[in-house]
């Protein structure tokens, strides 16, 4: 064998280590993460039933809350979430609400509960993503935390708290 075609067998081999550890590191990473970066990539409509992409929100801390109105612990902790957001955003973090409820009663809800923090509403469409980000029963109130890099950093079955949320990004 010359040293061009060993040279030429030596690159494809390093070639194909490269795609194989990409391929490795893929099967590593959590498939919640993979979920949450599909969400993030898909319009749902909002309270006013128009589609909201939510691109914007890829690439950003992201505290993700699903909620219902008939809910009520997810009733109770949304004026917290709401401070939190607001709190939250001068560090450049988001907080978006995933309504698994109708349209209608949502809207409804927000004129009597008015929350600044965006807010869509994929109703029942939301129990599948529920599932692939880490709540296995599609109970709520349900609350994750991603980092800018997409990562879930931490993930909440039940209620939260002003105080905890802190603790999170502290």
Do not use: H, Y
């Not at 099967?27 to 993030?40: T, Y």
């Not at 505290?63 to 997810?74: E, K, R, S």
Request: hydrophobic share 45%.
């Amino acid at each position: 064998m010359n040293r061009r075609t060993a040279w030429l067998a030596g690159g494809g081999l390093g070639l194909a280590a490269v795609a194989g550890a990409g391929w490795w590191w893929r099967q590593r990473q959590d498939p919640a993460d993979l979920a949450l970066a599909e969400f993030l990539q898909g319009q749902w409509p909002g309270p006013d039933g128009q589609p909201r992409s939510l691109a914007a929100f890829a690439g950003q801390p992201l505290l993700l809350n699903f909620w219902a109105t008939w809910c009520p612990p997810c009733v109770r902790e949304l004026p917290e979430l709401d401070r939190f957001a607001k709190e939250w955003s001068n560090a450049g973090g988001r907080v978006l609400g995933v309504a698994v409820d109708r349209d209608a009663a949502v809207r409804d809800f927000l004129v009597r509960t008015p929350v600044e923090f965006p807010m869509v509403v994929p109703g029942f469409a939301a129990m599948p993503w529920l599932s692939r980000l880490g709540n296995g029963g599609g109970a709520l109130p349900f609350t994750l935390l991603a980092g800018a890099d997409g990562r879930i950093r931490q993930r909440r079955l039940g209620a939260t708290s002003l105080e905890e949320l802190r603790g999170w990004v502290a």
